[in-house]
């Protein structure tokens, strides 16, 4: 058994032991953390007894906030690992033996049915070490910035079809509306024009796999028919085999282009025709794995950024007023070339104030790969280590009124990236921060040149976390024209009801 963390942090209870302390983190892990750092200081244990969240090979979980801290993880990259998200359901190549002798057991998943699983974990999440600098160097080229310029007409033309489906007066799930455009963005720029409906298909999907994969039923890990473990198992084999079958097409397609023909304008042809310096290749099960992280981790954390940033500006109608008026100085109702995104200063300090005050992935995870110390805390080998990117936002030695809604404080601050980070920082910093911004950014623009959207009367905004940060009940609300009435709108509606106002500052 290894020695405990030497972190502080709450006893475990004499009957259920850790049990209720990661049921709370579970249900609300800023709350959570948010007191363990009042309570035990910048590195607390979860609960002081042996417990893991990420990992079934995790061993104690301690959760870590600050800026000195951050870049002490983020740049030891060797010692501080990743693992598969969510690496509780990674498979390893013991579980898969160990599948293989116990073949299919009182409702165990066999080796047949976990092999699949694998394949569609394993991405940039879940390599380390020379590893992973071998991947980002291959996957990098399409996310260079010329790469993502590229992808800006397609943004722009998806954006255009969901908006025009809009009418003024209905009431809409804005959080549905930008999941979808979110997802069709994706489909496009990973598969393709080629992969058509199967890429849309594919992609819902996909959708659906991380979905399942988060529900409560999911606790329960028995292959057997009707339990929601078993359709996610199915549901893994249909998005492996689907992958695959489009991987193949457009490996045929990559080959008939090249050389010296230029590559399809999708990532996933980019990644089929990166080479290493020795011409070596993505092997096709990296290929799959690649597609699924790609996706998983880039559709929802774009969702919930553009979701929350419409409700705060609906919140703030003086920003959303300044916003708009920025936007039709610059743009004149278009679309925003990508020349001129870099001309809309107010636009990209509402996009940092969103992510600051309600970032997208609130904590995010690495496993101790050796024992050593953090902070003063002698942390063992096989410790899970949450970092806070929400409690270091709101350090307010750095940032004024944490809680407050404010862009304009961006043209008085400089925070480092090691104190804001809705990205992360250092050698696994989010790949597609640049594309995610630009996405963001051009819906926004986009949006709001057309349309003014206020909250519906009565509408709960609760704060639901797992691994992203999203509306519980999605975002109801009221598609206006674009009239500058933001304040009328707001003096007439009442508070915010839900747990939304216990993180932030709301008239
Ligand atoms: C607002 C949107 C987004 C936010 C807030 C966000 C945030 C993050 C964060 C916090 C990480 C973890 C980094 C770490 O472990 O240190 C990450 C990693 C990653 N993100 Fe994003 N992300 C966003 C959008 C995207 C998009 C659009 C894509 C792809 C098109 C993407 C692809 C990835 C990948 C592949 C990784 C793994 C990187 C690695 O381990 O080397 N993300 N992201």
């Not at 363990?36 to 990992?55: K, T």
């Not at 003024?168 to 496009?188: N, P, Q, S």
């Not at 020795?278 to 929802?300: K, N, P, Q, R």
């Not at 925070?415 to 992360?424: C, G, Q």
Request: glycine share 6%; net charge neutral; charged share 25%.
């Amino acid at each position: 058994m290894s020695r405990a963390p030497t972190a502080p942090g709450p006893e475990p209870t004499p009957l259920l032991g850790a049990i209720p302390q990661l049921l709370r983190f579970g249900r609300d892990s800023i709350g959570t953390a948010g007191r363990l750092f009042a309570q035990y200081g910048p590195v607390a244990s979860i609960v002081r007894a042996p417990a893991h969240i990420m990992s079934p090979r995790g061993k104690f979980v301690v959760v870590v906030n600050g800026a000195a801290l951050n870049r002490e993880v983020l740049t030891q990259h060797e010692r501080y690992k990743m693992y598969a998200l969510p690496g509780s359901f990674y498979p390893e190549e013991s579980d898969i033996a160990h599948a293989r002798t116990s073949a299919g057991k009182h409702g165990r998943a066999t080796a047949e049915r976990l092999r699949p699983v694998q394949r569609t974990l394993t991405g940039l999440f879940h390599v380390n070490g020379d590893e992973h600098r071998r991947h980002r160097r291959l996957l990098q080229p399409a996310f260079n910035k010329t790469r993502i310029d590229v992808y800006r007409d397609d943004m722009v033309a998806l954006t255009t079809r969901m908006l025009d489906e809009w009418r003024v007066g209905e009431e809409r799930d804005v959080h549905a509306d930008m999941t979808e455009l979110t997802l069709r963005i994706a489909t496009k720029t990973l598969f393709g024009e080629d992969a058509g409906e199967r890429g849309v298909s594919l992609a819902r999907m996909m959708q659906q796999w991380l979905i399942t994969m988060f529900s409560p039923g999911m606790l329960l890990r028995l292959d057997v028919k009707g339990l929601p473990y078993h359709r996610w198992l199915d549901l893994t084999r249909r998005i492996d085999d689907e992958t695959a079958a489009i991987l193949r097409d457009k490996q045929a397609a990559v080959a008939r282009r090249a050389p010296p023909g230029p590559i399809a304008a999708d990532m996933l042809s980019m990644l089929i025709a990166a080479r290493d310096e020795d011409g070596s290749a993505l092997a096709e099960d990296d290929l799959i794995g690649h597609t699924g992280v790609i996706f998983a981790a880039g559709h929802e954390t774009s969702t919930n950024a553009l979701a929350w940033t419409l409700f705060l500006l609906a919140e703030h109608p003086a920003v959303a007023n300044e916003l708009v008026a920025e936007l039709a100085s610059v743009l004149h109702g278009d679309a925003p070339t990508v020349e001129q995104l870099g001309k809309l200063p107010f636009l990209d300090a509402v996009v940092k104030e969103s992510m600051r005050v309600l970032p997208p992935v609130p904590l995010h995870p690495r496993i101790v790969a050796e024992d050593h110390e953090l902070g003063g805390h002698f942390l063992p080998k096989d410790t899970e280590l949450f970092l806070s990117i929400f409690h270091m936002h709101h350090d307010r030695a750095i940032f004024a009124e944490p809680n407050r809604f404010d862009p304009a404080r961006w043209s008085r601050i400089k925070p480092s990236v090691y104190e804001y980070n809705p990205f992360s920082a250092g050698p696994r910093m989010c790949i597609g921060a640049a594309f995610a911004t630009m996405e963001i950014k051009i819906a926004l623009a986009m949006l709001l040149q057309r349309f003014r959207v206020e909250r519906t009367p009565g509408a709960r905004i609760d704060r639901r976390v797992a691994i992203t940060m999203a509306p519980k009940h999605g975002l109801p609300m009221l598609v206006r024209r674009n009239d500058g009435e933001w304040a009328a709108a707001r003096r007439s509606l009442p508070a915010v009801r839900g747990n939304l106002r216990e993180i932030i500052d709301l008239p």
